[in-house]
């Protein structure tokens, strides 16, 4: 498995809550568990402190991702830095589990489980995968989600890293959005066209008019 795989792990934590919306999964620890996907032997250590601790690294986490998005690379790498610290991995070699054809194993390394608690473990194979990531693609590649009021976190793998959306339908929705933006804007022009035409036109009668009394009179 490789190590940037552990990424996912960073994104699937941001974005349990969406500060925009007012939306927060985290509020007990089932749903801390559910955030180690299958890796139910390290869910079953949580507890209800866990909550409030994933809460905090969950920010820490937003702060990187704000910061690469906001184009300041050097705050995004100190602010990671600063969790890789404080939740040191513990990698392995392993291979158990994958073998080629031949029936060998198929060694890799693997981010082993953090043995004092579910946080400090979650937090440190997060942390490491978005290194992994940041290192291997580059800074640009962590992004927020440009469909407000969405701002999920996303990884852009995208050949021409052009992605801004964390998902096809905030993709669509922003498209959308877009569009009928523009329909709008184009009607407000037609109706301000067609205004000043019927205002220069009945100034043009008015003179039309003030030009034939004037004949007239005299």
Known sequence: MELAYYSNYAVRLVNSEEPLRGKDELTNVEAVRALFGANQSAARRATDTDVTRFRSVRARLRAVFDAADGGDETLAVDLLNSLLLEFPVSPQISGHDHRDDDGRP?????????????????????????????????????????????????????????????SDRCATRANVAAYRARKREEAAERTEREDAAERTEREARTGRS?????????
């Open 106 to 166: 198929l060694w890799h390394m693997h981010l082993a489980d953090h043995p004092s608690n579910a946080t400090a473990g979650y937090a440190a194979i997060a942390s490491m995968g978005l290194a992994f990531h940041l290192t291997e693609h580059g800074v640009d590649r962590l992004g927020l989600c440009q469909a407000a009021p969405c701002r999920n976190a996303y990884l852009d793998t995208s050949t021409n890293r052009s992605r801004r959306y964390c």
């Open 210 to 218: 003030a030009d034939n009394s004037q004949n007239t009179s005299n």
